[in-house]
C-alpha cells in the first residue's frame, strides 16, 4: 500500500475554518470534527477534517467490532465513523425490542481520501495525491468566499415527541421502583423526537447548533444519505500512546444572563447532592469498565465532580484514565468501556436491559459515538448527545434527549431537564421550517 504524504500550510487571515467547511460542501463523505478552541490539554487539533472514502466498512451488532479490528489492521490508515448505542447486543446477552425509523447501521467507518488537521496557525494535510494537487486545492481555500446565507429549506413539517409528557413521567417512576427494589442504582432514561418527510441542511444546521453551543466536541458527519449534526460537550474515550481517557458528564445546571446568578448556579450544581450522587456512580463505573483492560493500579480519577461552563449550560464533569494493558488493543478497550456509562446507568446490563423495556425508540447512533482512529491507533470519540440524525434517503429526522434517574430524582425535574437540553436543537431546526407539534 503507498503511503500518504504530509503538507503542512501556514495559516493566515486568508483562510478560515468557514472557508475550509464551504469549499468541502459538495463532499459525499465528510467527517469535520471540531473542538471550537476548547483549552484541552488532552486534545490534539482544534479541527479534524476527512473527506472522501477509499474504503467503508459497515455492519450491524453481532461481530461489528472484531470486523472493525480487521478493517483497522488491514488499512493500517487513517478511519472515520461511529459506534452505534446497540453494538451493547454483541457485546452483553442483551437485544433492542425496538426498531430504529432512520435505519442507520450500527458501525461504520471509512479511509478518507483526505484528512486535514488544523491547529495552532497550521493546517496539515495527509493525502495520497501530489503537492501540486493540494497547493491548488490551498488557492482554493483562499479564494473561496466561505459560508454564505444559504436559503432555508421551504417547508412548514411537525416535529414529534414520541412520548407524551404523561407517558414520561409514569416510565420516571417505574425506574424509581426499580431502584427502590435495588435492581439499579441510576438509569439514563431517554426520549425521542421525530419528523417525517422533511428536507435538512446538515451545513446550515451545523453552523448554527455549534454557534448556540460551540461544545468540545462538536461532529458533522455525512456518509451517502446518513447525515449526523452534533454539538456533544463529552468525551467517551480517547487513547494517546496507550493511555486511556474518559470524561463523564453527569450534572447539569442552567446558565443565566447575569454573572453573578450565574455563579450561584455553578456553586449549587457543584453542591448539588443528586448531581454529585450520578456523577461518583458513572465514575466508579468508568473506573471498574477501565480496570478489565488497564495495567494493575493505572486506573486513576484525575478530576472529580469538575464544573465547566459552556454557552447553553454548566455541566459537571470528571476524568477518569488507565494506562492500556500492552496486550490489549484500543478495541478491547472500546469493548470493555461501551456503551459509556453516562448513557446507560449502573449497574450497566441491570440499566440497560430496563432502559430497553421502558423506553419506545431504538436509540442508534444516539448514545452511541463519533471519532476516529489514526495509523498509530490512537482515537478519540465523543458521545452522541445534543445530535441531530437525518436519513435523506427516507427522509426522517429525528434527536432524542434524556437525563439520569436516580433515587432523589423528580420526574417533573427530569423532564424539565430533559426539554433543557432539546433547546438548542429545537431552535436550529426551527430555521429550517421544523417546529414541535404542541398536541
Same mark, same amino acid.
Given at each position: 500500500?503507498?503511503?500518504?504524504?504530509?503538507?503542512?500550510?501556514?495559516?493566515?487571515?486568508?483562510?478560515?475554518?468557514?472557508?475550509? *467547511?464551504? +469549499?468541502?460542501?459538495?463532499?459525499?463523505?465528510?467527517?469535520?470534527?471540531?473542538?471550537?478552541?476548547?483549552?484541552?490539554?488532552?486534545?490534539?487539533?482544534?479541527?479534524? $477534517?476527512?473527506?472522501?472514502?477509499?474504503?467503508?466498512?459497515?455492519?450491524?451488532?453481532?461481530?461489528?467490532?472484531?470486523?472493525?479490528?480487521?478493517?483497522?489492521?488491514?488499512?493500517?490508515?487513517?478511519?472515520?465513523?461511529? &459506534?452505534?448505542?446497540?453494538?451493547?447486543?454483541? =457485546?452483553?446477552?442483551?437485544?433492542? /425490542?425496538?426498531?430504529?425509523? &432512520?435505519?442507520?447501521?450500527?458501525?461504520?467507518?471509512?479511509?478518507?481520501?483526505?484528512?486535514?488537521?488544523?491547529?495552532?496557525?497550521?493546517?496539515?494535510?495527509?493525502? #495520497?495525491?501530489?503537492?501540486?494537487? @493540494?497547493?491548488?486545492?490551498?488557492?482554493?481555500? /483562499?479564494?473561496?468566499?466561505?459560508?454564505?446565507?444559504?436559503?432555508?429549506?421551504?417547508?412548514?413539517?411537525?416535529?414529534?415527541?414520541?412520548?407524551?409528557?404523561?407517558?414520561?413521567?409514569?416510565?420516571? %417512576?417505574?425506574?424509581?421502583?426499580?431502584?427502590?427494589?435495588?435492581? @439499579?442504582?441510576?438509569?439514563?432514561?431517554?426520549?425521542?423526537? &421525530?419528523?417525517?418527510?422533511?428536507?435538512?441542511?446538515?451545513?446550515?444546521?451545523?453552523?448554527?447548533?455549534?454557534?448556540?453551543?460551540?461544545?468540545?466536541?462538536?461532529? *458533522?458527519?455525512?456518509? !451517502?444519505?446518513?447525515?449526523?449534526?452534533?454539538?456533544?460537550?463529552?468525551?467517551?474515550?480517547?487513547?494517546?500512546?496507550?493511555?486511556?481517557?474518559? %470524561?463523564?458528564?453527569?450534572?447539569?445546571?442552567?446558565?443565566?444572563?447575569?454573572?453573578?446568578?450565574?455563579?450561584?448556579?455553578?456553586?449549587?450544581?457543584?453542591?448539588?447532592?443528586?448531581?454529585?450522587?450520578?456523577? $461518583?456512580?458513572?465514575?466508579? +463505573?468508568?473506573?471498574?469498565?477501565?480496570?478489565? $483492560?488497564?495495567?494493575?493500579?493505572?486506573?486513576?480519577?484525575?478530576? =472529580?465532580?469538575?464544573?465547566?461552563?459552556?454557552?447553553?449550560?454548566?455541566?459537571?464533569?470528571?476524568?477518569?484514565?488507565?494506562?492500556?494493558?500492552?496486550?490489549?488493543?484500543?478495541?478491547?478497550?472500546?469493548?470493555?468501556?461501551?456503551?459509556? !456509562?453516562?448513557?446507560?446507568?449502573?449497574?450497566?446490563?441491570?440499566?440497560?436491559?430496563? @432502559?430497553?423495556?421502558?423506553?419506545?425508540?431504538?436509540?442508534? *447512533? #444516539?448514545?452511541?459515538?463519533?471519532?476516529?482512529?489514526?495509523?498509530?491507533?490512537?482515537?478519540?470519540?465523543?458521545?452522541?448527545?445534543?445530535?441531530?440524525?437525518?436519513?435523506?434517503?427516507?427522509?426522517?429526522?429525528?434527536?432524542?434527549?434524556?437525563?439520569?434517574?436516580?433515587?432523589?430524582? $423528580?420526574?417533573?425535574?427530569?423532564?424539565?431537564?430533559?426539554?433543557? /437540553?432539546?433547546?438548542?436543537?429545537?431552535?436550529?431546526?426551527?430555521?429550517?421550517? @421544523?417546529?414541535?407539534?404542541?398536541?
Amino acid at each position: 500500500m503507498s503511503k500518504r504524504s504530509v503538507f503542512t500550510y501556514d495559516i493566515d487571515n486568508s483562510i478560515s475554518a468557514d472557508k475550509l *467547511l464551504g +469549499l468541502l460542501d459538495s463532499e459525499p463523505f465528510l467527517f469535520y470534527l471540531d473542538s471550537n478552541d476548547h483549552q484541552d490539554k488532552n486534545g490534539t487539533a482544534s479541527i479534524l $477534517v476527512a473527506t472522501g472514502a477509499r474504503n467503508i466498512v459497515r455492519c450491524d451488532a453481532g461481530d461489528a467490532l472484531s470486523e472493525l479490528s480487521r478493517f483497522r489492521e488491514s488499512e493500517n490508515d487513517w478511519i472515520f465513523g461511529w &459506534l452505534g448505542y446497540d453494538l451493547k447486543n454483541e =457485546l452483553e446477552n442483551l437485544e433492542s /425490542k425496538n426498531t430504529d425509523p &432512520l435505519e442507520f447501521p450500527d458501525l461504520m467507518f471509512v479511509v478518507p481520501e483526505r484528512v486535514f488537521q488544523w491547529s495552532k496557525g497550521k493546517l496539515t494535510i495527509h493525502t #495520497y495525491e501530489d503537492q501540486a494537487v @493540494i497547493d491548488q486545492l490551498i488557492n482554493d481555500l /483562499k479564494s473561496h468566499q466561505g459560508k454564505t446565507n444559504q436559503k432555508s429549506p421551504e417547508q412548514t413539517v411537525r416535529l414529534t415527541a414520541q412520548n407524551s409528557k404523561n407517558q414520561y413521567l409514569k416510565s420516571t %417512576q417505574k425506574f424509581l421502583k426499580h431502584i427502590k427494589r435495588g435492581d @439499579i442504582y441510576e438509569a439514563n432514561y431517554c426520549m425521542s423526537f &421525530l419528523a417525517d418527510d422533511v428536507e435538512f441542511d446538515e451545513i446550515q444546521a451545523y453552523h448554527h447548533l455549534n454557534n448556540i453551543s460551540k461544545p468540545p466536541f462538536s461532529a *458533522l458527519v455525512r456518509c !451517502g444519505d446518513f447525515k449526523a449534526v452534533s454539538a456533544s460537550p463529552e468525551r467517551y474515550l480517547k487513547n494517546q500512546g496507550n493511555q486511556l481517557l474518559s %470524561q463523564p458528564i453527569k450534572g447539569t445546571a442552567r446558565r443565566h444572563e447575569d454573572p453573578e446568578q450565574d455563579e450561584i448556579f455553578k456553586k449549587e450544581l457543584f453542591e448539588n447532592k443528586k448531581e454529585r450522587s450520578e456523577n $461518583v456512580m458513572i465514575v466508579d +463505573l468508568v473506573r471498574n469498565d477501565l480496570s478489565r $483492560v488497564a495495567q494493575k493500579g493505572s486506573v486513576q480519577v484525575d478530576e =472529580l465532580y469538575g464544573i465547566y461552563t459552556f454557552k447553553q449550560v454548566h455541566h459537571m464533569i470528571s476524568s477518569i484514565t488507565a494506562d492500556l494493558q500492552k496486550d490489549k488493543s484500543g478495541i478491547d478497550a472500546i469493548k470493555a468501556t461501551f456503551p459509556m !456509562g453516562s448513557m446507560t446507568g449502573a449497574p450497566k446490563v441491570s440499566a440497560m436491559k430496563i @432502559i430497553d423495556e421502558n423506553e419506545n425508540f431504538k436509540r442508534g *447512533l #444516539y448514545s452511541g459515538a463519533i471519532g476516529y482512529f489514526d495509523p498509530d491507533g490512537n482515537f478519540d470519540f465523543n458521545v452522541v448527545i445534543r445530535t441531530i440524525l437525518y436519513n435523506a434517503q427516507l427522509r426522517k429526522l429525528s434527536f432524542a434527549v434524556g437525563s439520569a434517574i436516580t433515587i432523589e430524582a $423528580v420526574p417533573e425535574k427530569e423532564y424539565e431537564e430533559c426539554f433543557l /437540553k432539546a433547546h438548542a436543537l429545537l431552535e436550529t431546526l426551527k430555521k429550517q421550517g @421544523i417546529t414541535l407539534n404542541d398536541d
